[in-house]
């Protein structure tokens, strides 16, 4: 485990949530970086995000952290922006995916929100965070 002052990206998730774990394990095969970080928003590190970051006080989704310079510990980006933000990250064909910038960002949040809503429904929801396989355990904060 890292300390949260890492300088690589971190991608908070619900990890209740089974679409979020999903997203987790595609995006642990398709990172050809392998330098994205997780965490659950029910961790520590999450907690000390939210923390850091009122503004995200109710956020249960999805939330990609990016690193800054020293004295700026970090910028966050939330719903449609953080899913667009894991587009770009994993490059390829997910670049495809950065046209969605085209859209106002109040529709895309519009449309993001409803799936969230209903994503418990869809992909079930965990009495517990999952614990990741062994060998990605690293790229996991607490």
């Not at 659950?40 to 000390?48: H, I, P, V």
């Not at 980006?77 to 933000?85: C, E, G």
């Not at 429904?121 to 790229?139: A, H, Q, S």
Request: hydrophobic share 40%.
């Amino acid at each position: 485990m890292i300390e949260t002052g890492t300088q690589e990206p971190v991608l908070l998730y619900d990890g209740q949530c089974g679409f979020c774990n999903r997203v987790v394990q595609h995006m642990l095969r398709h990172d050809r970086q392998n330098t994205m970080y997780f965490a659950a928003l029910q961790g520590e590190y999450g907690k000390s995000i939210l923390t850091r970051h009122p503004e995200l006080k109710g956020v249960d989704s999805l939330v990609f952290v990016e690193p800054l310079d020293v004295g700026h510990p970090e910028r966050v980006f939330v719903r449609s922006d953080a899913a667009l933000r894991v587009a770009g990250y994993l490059g390829g064909i997910w670049k495809l995916a950065l046209a969605a910038y085209l859209i106002p960002r109040p529709v895309r949040d519009f449309l993001y929100d409803e799936f969230a809503k209903r994503r418990y429904r869809w992909f079930g929801k965990y009495d517990t965070c999952l614990l990741p396989p062994r060998e990605v355990r690293e790229r996991f904060l607490d």
